[in-house]
């Protein structure tokens, strides 16, 4: 099945097709203006960035805070919207996306994870990562599987019926992803995921991040300020007061 030129499928976990792995990359942002009104002020946000990411890439933005990176994942994901410029998600043109559309790229689409987990604190880990499904209309023997085989994948399936306060940063960390991976999205967006976790944590946060182009086909964006992090991704853009820094892209810091 697909929703705007997007692929996605409603069974096992297992990798996606793409729709043309050659000509066309999961995202491209050109000339990308966001600016807000402050006050009488008007503050930008990004300046003119450009960006393609291509298929199962693992990809990071790199940048202190208040440089941009959350702001255009925000973009990416639909959870805001450019000022001026075209954003394309899978070769198709997103200018013309209700909230509804967005809405819906989300829930089968797009898998988002945060520095704040936001589970659930009086539901298990599986009925947290089963979620997204009950709310998009899904149940079932099927539903189940899914959960579990996500679990599994994250390392948690032996954790899935303890509560978030049971459960340490890192695995509360790992069941947000097992929710963000559930509805098997072909482009996932991670906002500092290992900011509240301490440095091993972390590692073995961007690490899982890291097999997931390689297992599932899944295209990874990571929005970041650790070098460390950064240094995993197969390219790296570096953002400075909203702009795209000369050179980014490369994966060598």
Not at 65 to 78: H, P, W
Not at 122 to 147: D, I, K, M, Y
């Amino acid at each position: 099945m697909s929703h705007g030129g997007l692929w996605y499928t409603s069974d096992a976990l297992v990798p996606m097709p793409y729709a043309d792995e050659t000509s066309r990359g999961v995202v491209k942002l050109d000339h990308i203006y966001k600016q807000y009104a402050q006050g009488r002020a008007i503050v930008t946000a990004l300046r003119d960035v450009c960006l393609e990411v291509g298929p199962g890439e693992f990809c990071a933005l790199m940048g202190p805070s208040g440089c941009g990176k959350s702001t255009l994942l925000n973009l990416i994901g639909g959870l805001d919207h450019p000022t001026e410029g075209t954003l394309a998600l899978d070769g198709r043109s997103t200018a013309d996306f209700s909230d509804a559309d967005w809405t819906k790229l989300r829930r089968e689409c797009i898998g988002l994870v945060f520095q704040a987990f936001h589970l659930l604190p009086g539901l298990s880990a599986a009925e947290n990562v089963a979620l997204p499904l009950l709310l998009s209309g899904h149940g079932g023997r099927r539903t189940g599987q899914r959960v579990v085989d996500c679990l599994d994948a994250v390392g948690m399936r032996r954790r899935a019926h303890h509560r978030p306060g049971e459960l340490s940063g890192g695995e509360q960390q790992r069941v947000a992803i097992a929710r963000a991976l559930v509805h098997q999205p072909k482009l996932l967006l991670a906002d500092e995921p290992t900011g509240n976790l301490d440095s091993t944590q972390g590692a073995e946060i961007i690490a899982l991040l890291r097999s997931l182009p390689r297992r599932f086909g899944t295209t990874v964006i990571v929005a970041t300020h650790s070098r460390e992090a950064a240094q995993q991704a197969d390219t790296v853009h570096g953002l400075r007061d909203g702009c795209l820094e000369s050179g980014a892209g490369s994966a060598t810091l």
